[in-house]
């Protein structure tokens, strides 16, 4: 608890987590990605589009490193204000909802913000039940839970090519 100038008391809430969820993957899936660049580069070299064979070894680049190389850990706070997320404060007037998954270990606490710029916002939430409690009732005082957390495009397009892939 925290004091403010008229001496209300303030809750917060401080816990120190991984910044996104990390899964190692297989190095089968690196092969199968290499294939696949090199097919589509061989395709756009007949079309003579060397920019999008840049694009698709720049994205492959960035993916690789996202699986090889762990998250590391960020403070994450939630207070009678709003929440703090990477030095900024983003008020609860700002967020219209909040959800939580299960992405296998971790959960996932989902802001949804009300402005257009960024639609959401991704925390992983304490290993510890009690902690993840206090959490949840803090946020029920200020904003709506969602009980089904909202699938984003992005979120739908990953989880088609991990189907097709058979990437888990």
Same mark, same amino acid.
């Given at each position: 608890?925290?004091?403010?100038?008229? *001496?209300?008391?303030? &809750?917060? #809430?401080?816990?120190?987590?991984?910044?996104?969820?990390?899964?190692? !993957? $297989?190095?089968?899936?690196?092969? %199968? +990605?290499?294939?696949?660049?090199?097919?589509? $580069?061989?395709?756009? +070299? /007949?079309?003579?589009?060397?920019?999008?064979? /840049?694009?698709?070894?720049?994205? +492959? /680049?960035?993916?690789? %490193? &996202?699986?090889?190389?762990?998250?590391?850990?960020?403070?994450?706070?939630?207070?009678?204000?709003?929440?703090?997320?990477?030095?900024?404060?983003?008020?609860?007037?700002?967020?219209?909802?909040?959800?939580?998954?299960?992405?296998?270990?971790?959960? #996932?606490? !989902?802001?949804? *913000? *009300? *402005?257009?710029?960024? $639609? $959401?916002?991704?925390? #992983?939430?304490?290993?510890?039940?009690?902690? &993840?409690?206090? #959490?949840?009732? %803090?946020? @029920? @005082?200020?904003?709506? !839970?969602? @009980?089904?957390?909202?699938?984003?495009?992005? @979120?739908?397009?990953?989880? /088609?090519?991990? !189907?097709?892939?058979?990437?888990?």
């Amino acid at each position: 608890m925290l004091e403010s100038q008229n *001496n209300k008391k303030i &809750r917060a #809430i401080e816990w120190e987590a991984p910044t996104h969820v990390y899964k190692k !993957r $297989s190095p089968h899936l690196i092969k %199968l +990605l290499v294939a696949l660049c090199v097919v589509l $580069s061989l395709l756009f +070299l /007949f079309i003579t589009e060397y920019v999008l064979i /840049f694009g698709v070894w720049v994205v +492959l /680049f960035v993916y690789y %490193l &996202r699986i090889t190389i762990p998250p590391q850990n960020g403070k994450h706070k939630i207070s009678d204000f709003g929440v703090y997320w990477y030095g900024d404060i983003i008020p609860f007037s700002h967020i219209h909802a909040f959800s939580i998954s299960v992405e296998k270990p971790e959960q #996932i606490l !989902r802001l949804y *913000n *009300n *402005n257009n710029g960024l $639609s $959401s916002v991704s925390l #992983i939430l304490p290993r510890e039940e009690k902690g &993840r409690e206090q #959490i949840q009732t %803090l946020l @029920e @005082e200020h904003i709506p !839970r969602l @009980e089904n957390p909202v699938e984003t495009d992005t @979120e739908k397009v990953a989880r /088609f090519f991990s !189907r097709v892939l058979n990437i888990d």
